[in-house]
């Protein structure tokens, strides 16, 4: 076993460039990367070096698992009062592309696959203008009634922001205490997209600004409560601006610890305002996801969301850093409507079989990445020798 891995570890470093060397054996040795290293990375063109050096903090983390979740997309409205550049979700009350489900209709499908093994149900919209408070109090009791052990994960950050400044009329903190006495039991990671203010205003403008996005889950964190982060990328962003996006999640998690995966995912442009943009090519997206890797090294999980990426490549990603292939989701509208050609759900036995093929041991997870089920794999017992 012991010359194994120092048979492994041997091959690994040979398989890294000398121009990335250093970095290397900086991760071996568990030292924190800075934004300048990432931005190096970023700017390497070899792209299986990079593969490597994130498989080091795969391996220390995970070991050889990779997991997915048993889960349910229901987007209950796409009704907005935003109207983001890079969305072809949202839509105004007029427009014929505009929905809105009736709780009963959210109720109905959530038991359909409860009865089919879903652990959580994910629920995010637009940001309604007039559906009352007590509909989503409502909501997440009706869901809670269903199964006291079904996860609850709803809702993003401008979500939150919103139902708090106009729905509710409280504070943050009241309408998060609120939703969780309801049911809520985790925050979604969207809405993030890139941090920097003059993207933002590009692509997003008059969403929330990044101190605001990251003060919801600095608060829901606080109450000892857990979410997950994403990064849109592939847009009009700089690799400086994904960096600076990942060095504030980096810190966010050193001050609250809340966070139990990162989620990055290519902007699907083709239906939205922002055609015009050339989607990220494969090796930008694993690039990214590698670097994401290396430089979140106090995160423990990291999802190739194969919903923007499509299977194969999200298969591929498993080499460059990723341990999580999401879920099985049933029904995904938000990428779907910007033109995403991947399927809308997925079966255990494809995810399983992806896992496997890529090398690595599938393992269904909750909410918390926790496995069920199966054999738990002590990461420690396939960490490589650094
Ligand atoms: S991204 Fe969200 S907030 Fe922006 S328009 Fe779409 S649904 Fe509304």
Known sequence: ?????????????????????????????????????????????????????????????????????????????????????????????????????????????????????????????????????????????????????????????????HLAERIFKISIRDTLEMLRRAGLNSLTGGGAEIFDPVVRDRICRGKETAEEWKDVHRIWHGMGQRSTCTMLFGHIETIEQRVDHLRQLRELQDETHGFTGFVPFAFVPETTELSHIRPASAVDQLRTLAVSRIYLDNFDHLTGYWIAMTLPLAQVSLCYGVDDLHGTLKEERIFHMAGSKTPQEQTVETLERTIREAGYEPMQRDSYYRPIGGDAVDPSETVLAS
């Open 1 to 161: 076993m012991c010359q194994d891995r120092i048979v492994k570890s041997f091959t690994r470093s040979r398989l890294v460039s000398s121009s990335l060397f250093s970095l290397y054996e900086k991760v071996c040795a568990g030292e924190r990367i800075t934004e300048q290293d990432a931005i190096t990375l970023f700017r390497s063109d070899d792209l299986n070096s990079l593969g490597q050096i994130a498989s080091v903090i795969r391996q220390r983390k995970n070991g050889n698992r990779a997991t997915y979740i048993l889960n349910r997309y229901i987007n209950y409205s796409n009704i907005c009062v935003l109207s983001c550049q890079f969305c072809a979700f949202g839509a105004r009350k007029r427009d014929p592309h505009a929905f809105e489900m009736a709780i009963s209709e959210i109720e109905n499908a959530t038991a359909e696959s409860l009865r089919g093994g879903i652990t959580e149900v994910h629920m995010v919209g637009g940001l309604h203008p007039t559906l009352p408070g007590e509909w989503y109090i409502e909501l997440l009791e009706t869901l809670r009634a269903l199964d006291p052990n079904l996860h609850i994960k709803a809702f993003t950050a401008i979500e939150i922001r």
